[in-house]
């Protein structure tokens, strides 16, 4: 089983950027695809990138795509979240996933990191 611990959360004004990191153990790192989620107050967690296992290929959500940036360095267990021209509305707590390349479900999580972007 693969513990995730997410880091780089914090405070940015509208406009700047933040890169956030998953540090995984615990499990075969390659095996498993990576995602990030968040949830904002009030509202459901939503989808925001995944990377395959190997890092070749990366998914974005619409309200992200163009400013953030999914990748991973399989030599330290590690996957980021690059992410550019915040707006406040990415203000959320940012989750990192990881499952099977076979599933469609995402299996462990970490516990989340906060990200704030003011106006």
């Known amino acids: 089983q693969v513990q995730l611990v997410e880091s780089g959360g914090g405070l940015v004004e509208a406009g700047g950027s933040l890169r956030l990191s998953c540090a995984a153990s615990g499990g075969t790192f390659t095996s498993y695809r990576m995602g990030w989620f968040r949830q904002a107050p009030g509202k459901e967690r939503e ?3 995944a990377i395959t296992r190997s890092g070749g290929d990366t998914s974005y959500a619409d ?3 163009g400013r953030f940036t999914m990748s ?4 330290k267990n590690t996957v980021y979240l690059q992410m550019n ?3 406040p509305e990415d203000t959320a707590i940012y989750s ?4 099977w390349p076979w599933s469609d479900a995402w299996f462990y999580w970490g516990q989340g990191t ?3 972007v003011s106006s």
């Open 72 to 75: 991973r360095d399989n030599a």
């Open 47 to 49: 989808f925001v990138s």
């Open 96 to 99: 990192c996933t990881a499952s």
């Open 63 to 65: 309200s992200v795509k």
């Open 114 to 116: 906060q990200v704030t």
């Open 85 to 87: 021209s915040l707006k």
